[in-house]
C-alpha cells in the first residue's frame, strides 16, 4: 500500500526546548504587540509549514514579524519549529540574510534569526548582524555553542520539530529521513522487542498508558525514554504523510527499501484498523 492511500491525520506537535538560555538571558527590548487571533495563528502556520510547495511564497522577513508577535512563540516549545525553518531557508539562501536582517525585529526575532544563521553554517553573518543589532561580545560568543543543522542527528523529540521546520522550508526528504533513520535505530534495535513502539503510540492514542507497564519493566530508563521517542517519531512521519508529498515519497521509497525490517513492520502495523 502506497502512502498517498492512508488515513488522513493531524500534524504530531511535538514541544521542546533549544536555545532558550540565549532567550531567557536577552535584555527585555520593547515588547512586539500581541496579535493571537485564531486566523493569525493559523495564517502563520500554514505559511511555515507549506513555504515549501508555495507558488508565490510569503516574504521570510515579514513572516518572522508575524511569528515573533503571537504570544504563543514567547514558549519554548515555539522556538526549535521557526529555528529548523530558517536555519533550512539560510543554508538554501545565505544571500537572503541581510535582506531579512534589514527588518525591525524585536529581540526574540533577532535571537531567531542569529540562532538559525549559526545553525546555517553562517558564522560571519550571524556575527555581522549581531553587531548591527548591537548584540554584546558575551551574547554573539553564545552563538558558537550552536548545533549546526547539517549534523544534527534527532536524540529527542526537540530535534524533531527542529528538522520538520527545516523540511517544511525546502521540501527536502533529507530532514524526512534523517527522522525516519531515529526511529529505525531504536525499532530495528535487537535489544527492542518487536510490536513495543506500536503499544506506546496505541497507548497514547487510546489514552491507555497502564498498558505500558510492562515496557518500564522490561528497559532501562534509557532505553524506554529511546522507545518514547521513536514512538514520537514514527507518529509524526505518518501523520505529516497524509498532507505533505514529499513525506509520502521518501517513506514508500524506505517501505521498498527496508520491508523486512521491523522498523517498516511497525508502520504497516499501526495502519491496520484499531
Not at 492511500?5 to 540565549?22: K, N, T, V, Y
Not at 534569526?113 to 558564522?123: R, T
Not at 503510540?201 to 528497559?219: C, F, T, V
Request: net charge positive; charged share 25%; hydrophobic share 45%.
Amino acid at each position: 500500500m502506497k502512502w498517498s492511500d492512508r488515513a488522513r491525520g493531524p500534524r504530531l506537535s511535538l514541544a521542546f526546548l533549544m536555545c532558550c538560555a540565549i532567550v531567557a538571558s536577552a535584555p527585555a527590548a520593547a515588547e512586539a504587540q500581541k496579535t493571537d487571533s485564531t486566523a493569525e495563528v493559523q495564517a502563520v502556520s500554514t505559511a511555515l509549514n507549506t513555504f515549501y510547495k508555495a507558488a508565490k511564497k510569503p516574504d521570510v522577513g515579514d513572516l518572522i514579524t508575524r511569528w515573533e508577535r503571537l504570544a504563543a512563540t514567547d514558549q519554548p516549545p515555539a522556538l526549535p519549529p521557526m529555528l529548523g525553518f530558517l536555519a533550512a531557508y539560510f543554508e538554501k539562501n545565505p544571500a537572503q540574510a541581510d535582506r531579512v536582517a534589514n527588518h525591525p525585529f524585536g529581540r526574540k526575532g533577532q535571537t531567531v534569526v542569529l540562532i538559525s544563521l549559526e545553525a546555517a553554517g553562517n558564522d560571519a553573518a550571524a556575527r555581522r548582524v549581531a553587531g548591527k543589532w548591537h548584540w554584546s561580545d558575551a551574547e554573539v560568543a553564545k552563538l558558537g555553542e550552536i548545533k549546526p543543522l547539517a549534523r544534527l542527528v534527532p536524540e529527542s523529540p526537540s530535534d524533531l520539530d527542529t528538522l520538520w521546520g527545516a523540511a517544511f522550508a525546502t521540501g527536502d526528504p533529507a530532514y524526512v529521513r534523517k527522522i525516519y533513520d531515529f526511529y529505525a535505530s531504536v525499532a530495528n534495535d535487537p535489544k527492542v522487542e518487536f510490536g513495543d513502539i506500536v503499544l506506546v503510540i496505541q497507548a497514547r492514542r487510546n489514552n491507555k498508558m497502564d498498558s505500558l507497564r510492562g515496557i518500564g519493566e522490561r528497559y532501562s530508563p534509557e532505553m524506554a525514554q529511546k522507545i518514547v521517542f521513536a514512538s514520537a517519531a514514527v507518529w509524526s512521519l505518518m501523520a505529516n504523510a497524509a498532507a505533505h508529498p514529499f513525506v509520502i515519497a521518501e517513506l514508500d521509497r524506505v517501505e521498498k527499501e527496508a520491508a523486512a525490517t521491523n522498523g517498516v513492520k511497525a508502520m504497516i502495523a499501526l495502519r491496520q484498523p484499531q
